[in-house]
């Protein structure tokens, strides 16, 4: 999340759109069901880039079931907080027993009523059965969680005519929300909710390590208490199995809390139902940072937090700057070089803050810049201490101090692929200190893990693996990991989480596999981007190849990608977005600082990284 390094804003923009005079239902209904048998696209507001709240109006004296059907969809796509005019639409009891919370459902091009709904017994009959159709784009669950969907969608709703009013409800309906994809972009924000590694800690003191988990929130309905309730009830289920919160099982805001806000001095308040005698110290200054790093995502001037109990009292409060010294984070640690192969095949590097511009880079200390080993691809820890280097045309993985002297050793690991491109991927590095790569060897494809870049080699088992990893980039957390896999030609981008069963004995494992960009059919470089984010450079069926900016929950980031650059081979972005993006293309390493066009760095380097 933040700022684009192409100059752009990569935050999905909260879009907003004003209906006429603040609710004019957009479709008119007709007092009687027609009887043809065709859609009507529901799509209904607008892109427009005003920041004026959107909210329905009730159902009109004498609407027909279509001015019914068509208003309460209409009410869906509103601002209204608990969806009390879409409740208007209901009866008393289908309102009553309505949880719009349960599910959010996006189509491609927003729900099409059936205007030949089927009337029940007779002509001048007082009930009828409607059909909303579409196609699925994506789901958001109970947990704001987003999941790519396909594949049609067909729902019934009932609607019945009050013998006494005259007037036509809505009976019968699911739970849950349907909303056409523009409208889901104008009322959704997507944000990052932050945890903790359940068995990663880094550093002399043990910091422990945050982990983003990215839900969607609706941008204009008092969405800071949105994530705060969202924060304390805990992580989605995907990626519960590898983190941790420090809020107590039953925390919740105060009853009746609402509209949280930071103050005049950027100070954000939060009420909370705990006793001081249930918080430690320690636990509620990791509670504290939890909130802290959530909510910068929507109010990035947020400086401080204070956590409040039952009483009123004050549990713990907590400063942007102690927050970052009690936990690990990616995207707050900047990258000191970055480092790519020279013309020579060594590993050289140049500093991140440098211009660059034709200057190149300086050997890095040590056998891979200072030896004659011929490399094909580079890493180097998160700490920058210890470079890991893949020579041989593919064969060999080293790993070696970046310190003057020494001699290089043995491989870690080899591979017996036929060519460079069957033999091992670029590897990389987590905030462990272990290292992670795999061999494409296609009569025997394995993933890898070297426990503080060390220890003996490790296969991770990938289970529900659907073809042959081409390539693979692990997250800075430790448990999350990006796969390009294949199958049949084509690559598909891929996100696991790393389970590791240390009290078990039964090793690593890649599990829960979900795609992170659906619609691309080749992949053919990655590179994690933020905390929940990653640069791929693909192409859709048909299309050209283009760069763009993926989550790893599937949902695409709005705003502007990277210009276009051709012939990209392989591209290096960091988690800290002040950092410029570097790519190998056709011109050698070029790289795009902020706010400028792609700039040429060193014809003859391949390969870039930054630490990771």
Known sequence: MGADRGGGARRRPVRAAAYAALGVVLLAGCASMPDSGDLRDVESTPRQDTAVRVFAVPPADGAGPGEIMQGFLEALTSDDPQYDTARKYLTADAARAWRPERSTTVLANGPSIETDCQAGGREESNSVTCVLAGSRVATVDEQQAYQPADGSYRKKLHLTKNRESGQWRIDGLPDGVVIGKSDFQRNYTSVDEYYFASNTA??????????????????????????????????????????????????????????????????????????????????????ATQVLFTLRNLTPTLDSVELQGRGGERLCDLTEERAESAAWHASAKRPEYLYYLDGKHRVVRMPTGSSGTGVGGVAVPGPLGEGDKELRSVAVSRDEHTAAGVGDGGRSLYVTPLASGGSLGPALVTSAGATPADRLTTPSWDARGDLWVADRDSGHPRLKVLEQGMAKPEDVAVPDLPGRIKDARVAADGVRIALVVEKDGKQSLLIGRIQRDDATGQGISVDGLRPAAPDLEQVSAISWAGDSSLLAVGREQGGVQQMRYVQVDGSALDGPAPGALPGVKAIAASEDERVPLVAYSDDGIVRLPSGTQWQKVDKDGTAPVYPG
């Open 202 to 287: 880094v550093g002399a003191s043990g910091q422990p390590v945050a982990v983003a988990d990215p839900v969607f929130v609706r941008g204009k309905v008092d969405p800071m208490t949105q994530l705060v309730r969202s924060l304390l009830r805990g992580p989605t289920t995907w990626l519960r199995p590898v983190v941790r919160s420090s809020f107590p099982t039953g925390t919740a805001l105060r009853q009746g809390v609402s509209g949280l806000a930071p103050d005049d001095q950027n100070k954000l308040t939060v009420p909370l139902n705990l006793k001081a005698s249930q918080v430690a110290a320690s636990k509620c200054t990791e509670m």
